[in-house]
């Protein structure tokens, strides 16, 4: 089984009722893979009733099923709202909460007993790119975020260079290669499917430049913050992994 075709859309902090809208003309187009948005927690229920064959996932979720855990959600309430998917690891948990690999991997096990796919988010800072660490942290992350209960039917990691989200700055085409290359080996080596866990590429595609992304060997998607906020960006970039 080769990996899925995935556009996931992040829309991190943003989004109001208003918003649902643009996942109304999503679910109207011909999308011709499978497409994931992952909106606000609050809006997770009605997005589901606006979705049509788009999934709805999460953006985090704690590792344990329910307790004394102020302003957190856990991964059976993501599932009782209507998620089949969570988002995992992303840097911006990682800097603004301090996320550690093993928590990332807690949460992993949490969502997995829960019924979700996760998409557990790796990759370098610049300083660590500058300093010719990235393919150590890729799989030093991968080895500690990924749990070993993960499969290629519960799991997609997504690469996302620190320094390229929200930037509009992208690696080259080579840095992207050589980093899915690593990550496809290392879960090749470590997991029977690994082979077919899926890979997404994030940080600043755009409709411009996701065809030339989406021709990278062993790019099998994206994970894209601000251009899946409008259906129309977000379409386009769907469109170009349709026809990768
Ligand atoms: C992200 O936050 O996962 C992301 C890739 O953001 P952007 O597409 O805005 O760079």
Redesign the pocket.
Known sequence: MAPKKLAAG?W?MNGLTASLAELDALAARDNGCDVLICPPATLITPAVAHAGEIAIGGQDCHAKDSGAHTGDISAAMLKDAGASHVILG?S?RRADHGETDAQVSAKAVAAHQAGLVTVI?VGETEAQRDAGETLDVIASQLAGSVPDCATAANTVI?Y?PVW????GRTPTNDQIAEAHALMRDTLSARFGDGADVGLLY????KPGNAAEIFDIAHVNGA?????SLKASDFGAIIDALAKA
Do not use: D
Request: glycine fraction near 24%; charged fraction near 15%; proline fraction near 0%.
């Open positions: 992040n991190k992303h911006e988010c997504a996302e390229a989200i929200g930037t994030g940080g600043s595609v994970l894209v913050g601000g251009a």
